[in-house]
């Protein structure tokens, strides 16, 4: 994360508070199994804001980030190997584009980044980006040239995909395959990957969908190994001036921000399933944070998943859940990594953590059995919750003020004021203090510009 990265996003959030005819946000969540030597899972999140600025064409933002897993250990630790991003700025113009961006390459607890800056165009089929269109084909090419590099050396890149997709039933069944390659001038190293897929069409322009890939893999740039996906692919893309349902199964936060000499970055995406047993319904969030500064980089990963449904008598979730922070170091070496993993069951108003047009509180409270903690395990039990309040005073800009905290082994606080946009975009001041930092420096002040999906 750096001062161009957060240039980027505050661009964003200024077009997204701006513009007068946005289209819905597209939203991917991916967990993918690995059967490989070298991996065992992957989670990849990719958040798309469109901007119409003209008949036929439209300004856009797209952030993706993959973590890539070695092992999980017995007692629950996460072993991440490295975190692959890209950022894209751009145009499009019917199924023509431009853009501008950087992609990389960060290895976890050990010594290593690599990235790359570039500028291309492409031409790709409405139906790559939009399940809805109704095409059984679609298509898409990119291209571009090198602008800067660090620990790589290339001239450009080329990236194609292919896909079928054929409504059978209730189902869709399709494959895809795709290459992402980059070019020297002698050679072409390609990640290249392809297999069958079935999906299932939900409401709202959501879609689920099963698959397995076989990916051989030769990106310096990408997961770098040879074996067979499995996974499935959670999308929300709703139709050219479809509304998302209320309350949608896809939602989360990108921020990009900085203060106290450091600069700092966070990917969250919380997916729920469609009800089953009457009203319940899973759901698993990640909520990635990066911390950089003169110390050194802390990465750190926030995960629950759980089941929960809605109370008939009062507007609340209840739900039971399983709560694991785990903390690493970003492109330093790091031989401890450090975590908490707590069983935990309480309640959330509907609204909490995801947007909210009117003014209101919301609130969240959990409270857990500590499975295991790396901070000494001296308490058995834990404890977190949350509280916003928004507050509209006029127009479609609004206050809020927000704070979270949990205590028991470790301890973590959070604290915010700012203003959000009823389309997602906004800023604010962030006041951290985390107990599993591991740098002697346990707090920080933040500005952020975030985008709330």
């Known amino acids: 994360m750096n001062r161009k990265a957060l240039l980027f996003l505050l661009l964003v959030v200024f ?28 989670g990849d999140i990719n958040v798309e804001v469109p901007f119409y600025i003209g008949e036929g064409s439209e300004f856009y933002g797209a952030i993706d980030t993959t973590t890539a897993i070695e092992q999980t250990e017995s007692d629950f630790t996460f072993i991440v190997r490295d975190v692959l991003y890209r950022a894209d700025l751009g145009a499009r113009f019917g199924r023509w584009s431009m853009f501008a ?29 939009r399940p809805d269109a109704g095409r059984n084909w679609d298509l898409g090419f990119d ?21 079928w997709r054929k409504p059978w039933r209730k189902f869709r069944i399709g494959f895809d395959l795709s290459v992402d390659g980059l070019l020297t001038s002698s050679d072409y190293d390609a990640d290249c990957r392809g297999g069958p897929r079935i999906g299932f069409v939900l409401p709202g322009g959501r879609y689920a969908d099963l698959f397995v890939h076989y990916l051989d893999g030769n990106n310096p740039l990408g997961l770098e190994l040879s074996g067979v996906l499995a996974g499935i692919d959670f999308l929300e893309a709703p139709a050219e001036g479809m509304k998302p349902v209320s309350g949608g199964d896809i939602d989360g936060t990108v921020a990009l921000g900085g203060g106290d000499d450091r600069t700092y970055g966070r990917m969250r995406m919380r997916v729920v399933s469609p009800s089953f047993a009457g009203d319940w319904r899973a759901l698993i969030e990640v909520d990635g944070n990066v911390l950089r500064g003169n110390e050194n980089d802390e990465l750190y990963y926030l995960y629950h998943v759980g089941a929960e449904k809605e109370l008939n008598r009062v507007p609340l979730l209840a739900g039971v859940y399983f709560y694991h922070r785990s903390n690493h170091l970003a492109a330093t070496p790091n031989d401890v ?3 908490i993993n707590v069983l935990e069951a309480g309640y959330d108003t509907r609204r909490y953590g995801r947007l909210r047009e009117e003014s209101g509180t919301d609130w969240r409270l959990r409270a857990g059995y500590l499975v295991d903690s790396a901070f000494g395990e001296d308490k058995n039990w834990h404890v977190r919750g949350g509280v916003r309040y928004l507050r509209h005073s006029g127009g479609r800009w609004a206050l809020f003020l927000e704070a979270e905290g949990e205590t028991g082994d470790v ?3 959070v604290a915010r004021v700012g203003v959000l946009h009823d389309s997602g975009p906004g800023f604010h001041l962030e006041y951290l203090d985390e107990d599993q930092f591991f740098g002697a420096d346990k707090t920080a002040w933040l500005l952020q510009a975030t985008y709330r999906y």
């Open 411 to 413: 301890s973590r606080t």
């Open 143 to 163: 291209a571009g040239v090198i602008l800067d590099d660090q620990r790589i050396d290339v001239d450009g890149f080329v990236r194609s995909r292919i896909a």
């Open 337 to 339: 990594v450090t975590s």
């Open 101 to 129: 961006g950087q992609r990389g390459r960060t290895f976890v607890d050990a010594p290593g980044h690599a990235y790359i800056r570039y500028f291309g165009g492409g031409w790709e089929t409405a139906g790559l980006r």
């Open 15 to 42: 077009l997204a508070g701006s513009a007068t005819a946005a289209e819905p946000v597209r939203a991917e969540g991916t967990l993918v199994w690995v059967f490989s030597d070298e991996l065992d899972f992957i």
